[in-house]
């Protein structure tokens, strides 16, 4: 088997719901982790897409779940973190299921629905109740699982037999075993930076196992909300190249940083799949 060629990063300062620099069929893993809807940290940015209500925020998202289904190719996955928020609105206090209208807006996307796993992050501060949970009925259960969606588009994706990209690809049993249960608990959340500027990451163990499930060395892994690149540099550490679209200007030039200081960027002219493609930056 020839060497594979070094992975190669490429950065698109855009908007997750166009990204025509993409072309249709081109990437065939996608690890994502949106804004949250209802979360206090990303309500100014849906007020500048034009969403302050709970339904737009996930018709925005919507329009990215197109748009990876356009940009992936045929039984290529999309993989979206994302957990449920809790907010107080006419009614009172409620759960809003952002996992569940992720997954609704999805499927209209035209994606299939898979078995998804919990991430149920291991906690420091396990007194943070909400309420005191000793006097029935009026305490809330905790929130402190994620989801981590699944979603193929089309039918299983197809190898010649032996292929050596997939044999180069292959899990451990104990990595199988583990990566394969319903429920992560072993996976601590990332720091999340200062609290005035926060980020958002997850952590790199949680981009590692989905890339290394559910792509092949040398395939492209995309993440259309990169923040800080969490995704890109797990998938270019397995064989894998990445494109990373993000959004914000601040946070579009601290990744093209990290990229930098890690001699992924800017690329290498001759790489190919590489290149600075940039509607806006
Ligand atoms: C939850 S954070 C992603 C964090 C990332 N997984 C990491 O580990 O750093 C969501 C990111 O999506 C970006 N974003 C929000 N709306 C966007 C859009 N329409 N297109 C592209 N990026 C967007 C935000 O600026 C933010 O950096």
Redo the contacts with the bound molecule.
């Keep these: 088997m020839s060497p594979s060629p070094p992975p190669t990063v490429r950065l698109l300062r ?4 166009d990204v025509a620099a993409l072309a249709a069929g081109s990437v065939h893993l996608v690890v ?5 809807p209802m979360i206090p940290q ?1 309500d100014g ?1 849906f007020a500048a ?1 034009g969403a302050t209500e709970y339904a737009q925020m996930h018709s ?1 998202l919507g329009e ?1 779940w197109r748009e990876c289904h356009r940009t992936l190719v045929a039984g290529g996955i999309l993989a979206v ?1 994302v957990g449920d928020a809790l907010r107080s609105d006419a009614g009172g206090f409620r759960l809003w299921p952002n996992h569940a209208a992720v997954l609704e807006s999805a499927a209209r996307a035209g994606f299939t629905p898979l078995p998804y796993v919990l991430w149920k992050k291991p906690t420091n501060r396990p007194n943070a109740f909400l309420g005191s949970g000793f006097l029935p009925p009026n305490a809330y259960v905790t929130l402190d699982c994620e989801f981590l969606l699944l979603f193929r588009k089309g039918g299983l994706r197809r190898f010649a037999p032996h292929d050596p990209r997939r044999l180069a690809s292959r899990l451990a049993r104990a990595e199988r075993d583990a990566w394969f249960s319903q429920v992560w608990s072993d996976v601590r959340g ?1 720091p999340q930076g200062p609290r005035e500027r926060r ?4 952590p790199s163990a949680i ?1 590692e196992r989905l890339v290394r499930m559910f792509s092949v060395v040398g395939d492209t892994v995309l ?9 890109l540099w797990a998938a270019v550490a397995s064989g894998r190249n990445a494109v990373g ?4 200007p601040v ?1 579009y030039d601290e990744l093209t940083r990290r990229a930098r200081a890690r001699g992924l960027w800017p690329p290498a002219p001759s790489a190919p799949g590489s290149g600075a493609g940039s509607p806006g930056g």
């Design positions: 855009g908007d997750a719901r994502t982790s949106p804004p949250y990303w940015l897409l925005v990215a973190n990332a980020t958002g990451a997850f981009a993440d259309p909300f990169a923040g800080t690149g969490t995704t679209v993000e959004w914000d946070v």
